[in-house]
C-alpha cells in the first residue's frame, strides 16, 4: 500500500516558512507582499481557484487585490488594466486567471504581464529562464510537485519518469523540470499525450508517472509498475447524489487500485491542488524580495 504524498500537510509547513518571512521583512521595515489576481466571467472552477488563493494570501500576511472583469470585456480593456498594475510599485505579483473567454487571446494576455510581476510563471521570458536553468518564475503546479517531492525526500535521480499531458501550464514544464540536473530531477522523461501510441508500455516502465490529462481515474493499476510514485494533478468536477453538495473532484488516477501497487501516490482533492498555491505564493515572495532590494535577481 502507498504512503501518501499529502500535499495539504506539505503545502501548510511551506505557508508557516512563507509567514515567517513575511514577518522579518516587515521587521526590516520593507512591506508586506502584494498579489494582484484578474477574473474574467464567473466560471465555477475558476471563482474557487481565485478565492482560494486570495483567502492564502490573508493567512500568510500578504496583500491582495482582486480585479473582477464580466465575460464581455474586451482584450484591450483587459491589456489596459494590466499595463496599469505592471507599472503599480506596491504589487509585486500579477496573475491572470485562465481560461479566458474565446474572445481573448491568452498568449497576447500572458506576453503582456511584466516578467518581473510574472508569479504563474507562463511568460515566455519565465519558461526561457527555466529551460535554462536561470532563476526565475516556475509554473506554479510543477514547481508545487517539485517542492512536494523534495518535502518528501523523494529521490527522483536516474528514474524513468512519465507526464502525461503536454499542456503549457501543467505537462510541459513538468517533463522539463523532471529532467533538468537537479534533485528532484535529473530524470529520464518520456512526454506522454493524445497522439502517443500505446501509452500503457510507457507507463508501465516509469518509476514515476505524473497523470495530468484531465480524464478522470484513466491511469488503472494495470499500467503502473509496482513502487511507482504516482501524482495526479487532474481536477475533474463530476455529480455525485451521496455527496451533500451533489458532486465530487476527481483525479486521473484510479486512486484505490493504484494505491494498491505504487509506493507513494498523491491524493485529490489534497495533494497537487494545495501545492499549487503554495508554490504561487512562493513565487509571489521572491518577486517582492526582489522588488524591494531584499534579494538579488
Ligand atoms: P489540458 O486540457 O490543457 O491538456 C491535457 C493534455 O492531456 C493534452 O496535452 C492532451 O494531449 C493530453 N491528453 C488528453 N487525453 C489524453 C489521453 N487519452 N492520453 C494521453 N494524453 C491525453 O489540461 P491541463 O490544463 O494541463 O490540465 C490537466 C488536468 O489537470 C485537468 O484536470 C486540470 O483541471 C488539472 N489541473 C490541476 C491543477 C492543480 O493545481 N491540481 C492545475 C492545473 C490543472
Not at 503536454?166 to 497522439?195: A, D, F, Y
Request: glycine share 10%; proline share 5%.
Amino acid at each position: 500500500m502507498a504512503a501518501i504524498l499529502d500535499g495539504k500537510a506539505c503545502a501548510a509547513a511551506y505557508k508557516a516558512n512563507i509567514a515567517a518571512e513575511v514577518q522579518q521583512i516587515l521587521a526590516r521595515g520593507g512591506r508586506k507582499p502584494h498579489l494582484a489576481a484578474i477574473l474574467v466571467g464567473n466560471n465555477g472552477a475558476s471563482e474557487t481557484y481565485i478565492a482560494s488563493k486570495v483567502k492564502t494570501c490573508g493567512e500568510i500576511g500578504f496583500e491582495s487585490t482582486l480585479i473582477r472583469f464580466p465575460e464581455s470585456v474586451t482584450e484591450a480593456e483587459l491589456l489596459e488594466t494590466i499595463q496599469k498594475i505592471n507599472k503599480q510599485a506596491e504589487v509585486d505579483g500579477l496573475l491572470v486567471q485562465l481560461p479566458l473567454p474565446a474572445h481573448i487571446n491568452e498568449h497576447t494576455v500572458t506576453l503582456a504581464i511584466d516578467p518581473e510581476k510574472d508569479v504563474d510563471g507562463f511568460h515566455p521570458g519565465s519558461l526561457g529562464r527555466m529551460m535554462l536553468g536561470l532563476p526565475g518564475f516556475l509554473p506554479a503546479t510543477p514547481k508545487g510537485i517539485m517542492m512536494l517531492l523534495e518535502h518528501y525526500g523523494i529521490k527522483t535521480s536516474g528514474m524513468e519518469a512519465v507526464v502525461i499531458g503536454r499542456s503549457h501550464i501543467v505537462g510541459s514544464p513538468m517533463s522539463v523540470l523532471l529532467s533538468r540536473n537537479t534533485e528532484p530531477g535529473n530524470c529520464t522523461v518520456s512526454l506522454c499525450h493524445s497522439k502517443t501510441r500505446n501509452l500503457e508500455a510507457h507507463t508501465r516502465q516509469a518509476d514515476l508517472v505524473v497523470a495530468a490529462l484531465g480524464k478522470p481515474e484513466f491511469l488503472k493499476a494495470d499500467m503502473v509498475k509496482p513502487g511507482a510514485v504516482v501524482i495526479d494533478v487532474g481536477i475533474t468536477k463530476i455529480s455525485d447524489t451521496s455527496s451533500p453538495k451533489g458532486y465530487k473532484i476527481v483525479g486521473d488516477v484510479a486512486f484505490e487500485e493504484v494505491a494498491q501497487k505504487a509506493s507513494w501516490i498523491t491524493p485529490v482533492p489534497g495533494g497537487v491542488g494545495a501545492m499549487t498555491i503554495a508554490a504561487l505564493m512562493q513565487n509571489t515572495l521572491e518577486a517582492s524580495l526582489r522588488r524591494q532590494g531584499l534579494k538579488q535577481a
